[in-house]
């Protein structure tokens, strides 16, 4: 059932019209009786003083009964006027500022901001979650730690929810402006649920860093060490697929090689920081770098980790290549055989990608992306060879708008991220060329949003609990 502030003015709006009106009515009254109370007295012979026994030359009758005559409708006059003026001063009140009895909903340009930053909140939060769960597994006991896992669950499951909700919305559904307004509560609704789910689990899992803060430092720098060897295995292996896939490839690998030292220098002296507080019996400062250095070297851990993933997806696309390009020309010719129409440029790209096979240093998942979505419409695309060349091709391209968004999302906004989450589901459905495609976007936005807020100090990108 309709509310009435929804239909209009509430029910007992029209009840406190009428006392108003009956306020009003009683002064008027009043007012009137105050003013001819002189008139009745001058009237009343039982009240009216005695006359003097040395009588002045009276007034004619005629002009003192026309006087009397003219002073209550004078004083009745003045009153409503008295009235209609305050009415009149009250409605330009009203209409000046005055708050309505009725709520106002929100403009949809403010509802939107709300549900874009929910968004973004909700998906830092998650993540943050997720980077500090290997270190909680090596403090809390094991009841503790499937608990913690059960919340970031269903955390991202409400997540994941609300990014649907955005991207249907995003897309114009629904298409009615108090179902749009409904959706967007529903959004932020949901990610305030995410909240709630993580923060319930807070307090129980700061509790052995709050109880002793040696433990904690002692597990952040082991991780801090092992990932070191291993960001420099990164540099080296960047050099590597340099050589093999071409500079493209290598430049890309060598930035997230380098993105990964730097997080490692900070987490040193963050590291420092939180010993020398420890040291000087500052817990609440020790906790507090503490979790700077272990966020940045989590971050480190998944760029040195999308390198390692990065250089095996390459082996897997370059030896999948020859027989991608083998399983499209079968496709081709069956689709003429039974008159199917066959895309333009389809054979220009197959062409283009058999003659980077024997040019030279090539990126073999993009040469396997090339072919697969010259294919898509065609039938017998989703089969065999090619249904595996662009699994592998979206798993990559998720993979790496999944890394970026991690490890820059102080810079970046609720559009790419809420691609990414559409890529997730797409990938799962499956639909591996189309995933591909929406994670390619969201990593495109991801990257224009840190360049138009700069790239984020390590700190920045780690929301930290205040409990």
Same mark, same amino acid.
């Given at each position: ?13 029209t ?34 003083? $005695?006359?003097?026994?040395?009588? *002045?030359?009276?007034?004619? /009758?005629?002009?003192?009964? @026309? ?18 003026a ?7 009140? %009203?209409?000046?500022?005055a708050?309505?009895?009725t $709520?106002t ?31 909680? &597994?090596?403090l ?19 997540? @994941? ?9 995003e ?27 993580l ?10 860093? %709050? ?37 493209s490839?290598g430049?890309? &690998? ?12 900070f ?7 939180a010993? %020398? ?17 272990e ?24 030896a999948?290549?020859? &027989? ?18 066959? $895309? ?24 396997? /992306?090339?072919?697969? %979505? ?8 989703? @089969? ?8 592998? +091709?979206?798993?990559?391209?998720v ?6 968004v ?16 559409? *890529? ?5 459905? $499956? ?6 495609v ?10 224009r949003? +840190? ?17």
């Amino acid at each position: 059932m309709t509310s009435s502030l929804v239909r209009g003015r509430p029910r007992h709006a029209t009840a406190h019209i009428r006392v108003r009106v009956a306020h009003a009515l009683v002064g008027a009254v009043a007012g009137a009786g105050w003013l001819a109370i002189p008139v009745l007295a001058a009237q009343d012979p039982a009240t009216a003083s $005695p006359p003097p026994t040395t009588a *002045a030359p009276a007034a004619p /009758r005629d002009d003192e009964s @026309s006087a009397v005559d003219l002073i209550l409708p004078v004083a009745v006059l003045g009153t409503a006027g008295v009235l209609a003026a305050y009415g009149y001063v009250r409605r330009g009140r %009203r209409a000046s500022g005055a708050v309505s009895a009725t $709520p106002t909903a929100p403009a949809p340009a403010e509802s939107d901001r709300a549900a874009r930053s929910a968004l973004v909140r909700a998906d830092d939060s998650v993540r943050a979650s997720e980077e500090e769960l290997p270190f909680v &597994a090596a403090l809390a006991d094991e009841r503790a730690v499937a608990r913690f896992r059960h919340a970031i669950h269903t955390a991202r499951a409400e997540l @994941s929810a609300a990014f649907t909700l955005w991207h249907r919305y995003e897309e114009g559904e629904p298409r009615d402006p108090g179902d749009r307004r409904q959706a967007l509560a529903g959004i932020v609704g949901r990610c305030a649920e995410v909240g709630w789910v993580l923060d319930a689990r807070a307090v129980e899992l700061d509790r052995p860093r %709050r109880a002793g803060v040696g433990p904690a430092l002692e597990v952040a720098e082991e991780a801090f060490r092992r990932l070191a060897a291993r960001a420099a295995g990164a540099r080296a292996m960047a050099s590597e697929l340099r050589e093999r896939y071409g500079p493209s490839v290598g430049a890309r &690998a060598a930035g997230g090689a380098e993105e990964a030292m730097d997080r490692l220098v900070f987490a040193t002296s963050r590291l420092n920081e939180a010993r %020398r507080a420890a040291d000087l019996a500052d817990g609440e400062s020790a906790v507090r770098q503490l979790r700077f250095a272990e966020g940045a070297v989590a971050q480190a851990g998944i760029l040195v980790a999308g390198v390692d993933r990065t250089a095996r997806r390459l082996r897997a696309a370059s030896a999948l290549v020859p &027989a991608a390009l083998t399983g499209a020309e079968a496709v081709l010719a069956r689709a003429r055989a039974t008159g199917t129409p066959v $895309p333009s440029g389809t054979d220009d790209t197959l062409a283009a990608v058999r003659e980077e096979l024997t040019a030279g240093p090539y990126d073999p998942l993009d040469a396997l /992306r090339r072919i697969t %979505r010259a294919l898509v419409r065609l039938p017998g695309a989703r @089969s065999g060879v090619l249904d595996t060349a662009a699994d592998l +091709v979206a798993r990559a391209a998720v993979g790496a708008a999944e890394d970026f968004v991690a490890v820059h999302r102080a810079g970046v906004g609720a559009d790419p991220r809420s691609l990414l989450a559409a *890529a997730v589901r797409t990938l799962a459905t $499956p639909h591996p060329v189309e995933a591909a495609v929406l994670a390619r976007r969201a990593l495109e936005l991801a990257e224009r949003d +840190v360049r138009a807020h700069g790239v984020p100090a390590p700190d920045a990108a780690r929301p930290l609990r205040t409990d």
